[in-house]
């Protein structure tokens, strides 16, 4: 089974930086990409940030110039550095790895895989 586990997430005063880390684990046999998605309360989830094999980024408006992606393929790792922090992004913040893997009847598909979230808290 592929496992996304987050961390990094927390409280900080608005303004301040946060670095997110999202490790994949599992029979993971070829990554296509890995990102960030956030969720607000009472809001739809909404893309972050994604990074792709060949290193191409994507943010949202919202995170350009504030937000970085990165990743440690030999790792499989995915990170998020948070900078000038707002309220507004004030939310969980999950992980997304699109991925061929194999399950555990050696069935080998590509499907996208979530992590199950970490909070972030920006305080004003």
């Known amino acids: 089974q592929v496992q996304l586990v987050e961390s990094g997430g927390g409280l900080v005063q608005a303004g301040g930086s946060l670095r997110l880390s999202c490790v994949a684990s599992?029979?993971?046999?070829?990554?296509?990409?890995m990102g960030w998605y956030r969720q607000a309360p009472g809001k739809q989830r909404e893309l972050v940030a994604t990074?792709?094999?060949?290193?191409?980024?994507n943010y949202s408006d919202s995170a350009k110039g504030r937000f970085t992606i990165s990743r440690d393929n030999a790792k499989k790792t995915v990170y998020l550095q948070m900078n000038s922090l707002k309220p507004e992004d004030t939310g969980v913040y999950y992980c997304?790895?699109?991925?061929?893997?194999?399950?555990?009847?050696?069935?080998?598909?590509?499907?996208?895989?979530w992590g199950q979230g970490t909070q972030v808290t920006v305080s004003s």
């Open positions: 997304n790895l699109d991925a061929v893997a194999a399950d555990e009847t050696n069935t080998i598909s590509r499907q996208l895989y």
């Open positions: 990074i792709t094999t060949d290193d191409t980024t």
């Open positions: 599992g029979r993971i046999l070829t990554i296509n990409g």
